[in-house]
């Protein structure tokens, strides 16, 4: 699969800080790729590199198969912003503000269809004729991600799209990011880790200007399933069976946790051995089983055990 | 060519929604308002005072101050109309929705300008009255009403370059009209630097580098070539400070 965006050992280093460490990133065509990292970890930075809003101290930028430091002016009509602030003219209609945007970024001949068609699959219809800034945050979020689509760009980055949304908003917005996987490819940035579990096809953690992790997202969640995580509900406990649950080889972590029918084990099992067999009847043994169940590793969890290593 | 008719269109589209936004915005009807009251009642003075200075014609007694004054006023109405032009697009981030556009830096800063230049040329226009007046007493000396108009249209256009300077450097606008007003005043009191030194050359120098000494050419009638030297290199040293200054957001 080619290369929609592909970044090779890019710094960037603002007086005192190092944003960017020699990162390197490849988001494939056609696909949605997730960018996760806490807060300052070079997420809007990587961005407005690939966006060309600000050079890279060092390193190769490439979009859609051009070298995009070399032919910014290229690049610009095939990238698709929408920034953490959305930039909006308050001031405008929201269809005369849409128009703009396509002229500003080379209106083609088939404009007008395409306006009709974002405006449509942005929902926009019953707001097209009012100003931007009468309308509601989730509406107005909708306006900037149809300014980045409305040119007909292939490549969408997204920067938060879903920060300070209602639910509601939050769900639109999410199902209009799926539909547009049919035409575009996305790098989308985001903390709702459930939603780039549900959405994306590709993860890239970062922290402190390093990337972490990138890939798949089953491949980085089995990476980290060397660890597996039973949790085992009991009626009770007795000091004997925790003594020779502690005793054992293989676990790596127990927790005991309250729960209003007796005990919740939380378990942490190291190997690849299937031993829930053997687990559950030693534990069976010795109190009242209720239920054992296998936890899966959340992304959140893994955000967590990347980032803290 | 293909290459100058992008460029043409791109700075029409973004002249066009400045124009759009300045003439919906309630700024420029209050602007124009006040200017037209505080040029009417000038007007009106001059008009009467000419009565007594039997001595002077009508364009010295009435046309050179008034235009004089209109000079002077717009040093401060310009940085109020141009503070929003790039302050106003950082403050709410749309400045960004520019710069990844296919326009150019280049497009973006004419764009603004022309924009501004074309609403203060509006305001300007709302003068056309006195020499209307004028032409009912008599008056005939045309040529120095063009050139005292292409005077003060060239001096506003400088105002403008130096107000989008001064909006780019800033977000916030009262900081961007005050730096405007500041520098335009910086280079009006360099007519009178002048008056520090014995040396004539430099008295010369100084005196050319003020605007008001190149507009005084255009209002007595008496153009000469280094006035449009002056003043377009006098733009393009500020259009090109504010290229600048947008890409230092590069950095």
Not at chain 1, 49 to 59: C, D, N, R, V, Y
Request: some cysteine; glycine content about 6%.
């Amino acid at each position: 699969m080619s290369l929609a965006i592909h970044l090779k050992d890019v710094t960037k280093v603002y007086p005192g800080v190092t944003a960017l460490d020699n990162i390197n990133l490849q988001v494939k065509k056609g696909t949605i790729h997730g960018f996760i990292g806490p807060n300052g970890a070079g997420k809007s930075t990587t961005m407005k590199i690939i966006a060309g809003l600000i050079p890279p101290t060092s390193g190769f930028v490439e979009v859609d198969g051009i070298e995009a430091l070399k032919n910014p002016s290229e690049v610009s009509g095939r990238i698709g912003l929408l920034p953490e602030q959305p930039p909006l003219y308050l001031g405008m209609r929201v269809e005369d503000y849409l128009r703009f945007s396509q002229e500003i970024n080379g209106a083609q001949e088939e404009g007008q269809a395409l306006l009709e068609k974002i405006i449509e699959r942005c929902r926009l219809q019953d707001v097209r004729k009012r100003l931007i800034g009468n309308l509601s945050k989730g509406f107005k979020q909708r306006v900037a991600m149809a300014q980045a689509l409305v040119y007909g760009a292939d490549i969408i980055i997204l920067d938060e799209p879903t920060v300070g949304l209602d639910p509601n908003a939050i769900v639109d917005v999410r199902d209009l990011i799926h539909e547009l996987k049919k035409e575009h490819t996305i790098l989308l940035s985001t903390h709702q880790l459930h939603e780039v579990a549900r959405i994306c096809d590709e993860v890239t953690i970062i922290d402190k200007g390093k990337i972490l992790r990138t890939g798949p997202l089953e491949v980085i969640q089995s990476e980290f399933s060397a660890f597996k995580t039973y949790e085992v509900l009991v009626k009770s406990l007795s000091q004997t069976l925790k003594d020779s649950l502690r005793a054992k080889s293989f676990i790596q972590g127990l927790d005991i946790l309250d729960h209003p029918e007796g005990k919740l084990l939380r378990i942490r099992v190291q190997g690849e051995d299937d031993i829930r067999g053997t687990l559950a009847r030693d534990i069976a043994n010795e109190c009242s089983l209720l239920e054992f169940r296998e936890r899966k590793m959340e992304l959140e969890e893994v955000f967590r055990e990347v980032v803290r290593d | 060519m293909t290459k100058v008719k992008v460029l043409v269109r791109g700075t029409y589209v973004l002249m066009k929604k400045e124009l759009k936004e300045n003439f919906l915005s309630p700024m420029v009807y209050i602007l124009s308002a006040l200017f037209c009251i505080l040029m009417g009642w000038l007007f009106f003075n001059y008009l009467i005072a000419s009565k007594e200075l039997t001595d002077q014609t009508l364009t010295q007694s009435v046309l050179l101050p008034i235009f004089g004054n209109m000079n002077f006023i717009f040093l401060f109405l310009a940085p109020i109309l141009t503070m929003r032009s790039f302050a106003e697009e950082k403050k709410l981030h749309t400045l960004e929705l520019l710069l990844t556009s296919r326009l150019s830096h280049f497009e973006i800063i004419i764009g603004k300008i022309l924009a501004n230049f074309i609403t203060s040329a509006f305001m300007i226009s709302l003068t056309l009255i006195f020499p209307i007046v004028l032409a009912m007493s008599g008056y005939s000396h045309w040529s120095i009403v063009f050139s005292s108009y292409g005077g003060v249209l060239l001096s506003v256009l400088c105002y403008i370059t130096v107000g989008c300077f001064a909006s780019s450097m800033t977000e916030n606008l009262v900081v961007s009209a005050l730096l405007g007003f500041c520098i335009l005043l910086g280079l009006m009191l360099f007519s009178i630097t002048g008056n520090a030194t014995n040396n004539l050359l430099l008295a010369q120098f100084f005196q050319y580098l003020a605007i008001p000494f190149h507009f005084e050419s255009f209002v007595r009638g008496g153009i000469r070539s280094f006035n449009f030297i002056y003043l377009f290199s006098f733009m393009g040293f500020f259009t090109y400070l504010t290229h600048l200054s947008l890409e230092s957001r590069r950095w």
